[in-house]
């Protein structure tokens, strides 16, 4: 079974840092795009930044120059350096993974549980 493990949520005020972790494990022949999406109360969940295995990256534009993804590809595991936060990044963040298997080489969405991120004074 492949899981996505995420970890680094918490409690920052504005303007502060954070860095999100997510690392995948299990059975895995291959992992191509990874990402982070975030999920505000009473909206839907939206992308953050995605990253291909090369190392190519796209940013939602609310976070440009702010957040930074970088992905560990023997590790299995993509980060999420977040500063000059603000209140507005409020949300539950999600990592995601396009990954296949070894019992069967079929490319697949896996999503990790969420960690809170709140930014407060």
């Known amino acids: 079974q492949v899981r996505l493990v995420e970890s680094g949520g918490g409690l920052v005020q504005p303007g502060g840092s954070l860095r999100l972790s997510c690392a995948a494990s299990g059975m895995i022949f291959g992992i191509r795009d990874m990402g982070w999406f975030r999920q505000a109360p009473g909206k839907q969940r939206e992308l953050v930044a995605t990253?291909?295995?090369?190392?190519?990256?796209n940013y939602v534009d609310s976070v440009k120059g702010r957040f930074t993804i970088s992905r560990d590809n023997a590790l299995n595991t993509v980060y999420l350096q977040m500063n000059s936060l603000k209140p507005e990044d409020t949300a539950v963040y999600y990592c995601?993974?396009?990954?296949?298997?070894?019992?069967?080489?079929?490319?697949?969405?896996?999503w990790g549980q969420g960690t809170q991120v709140t930014v407060s004074s």
């Open positions: 995601n993974g396009q990954i296949a298997k070894i019992e069967d080489v079929r490319w697949d969405d896996y």
């Open positions: 990253i291909t295995r090369g190392g190519i990256t």
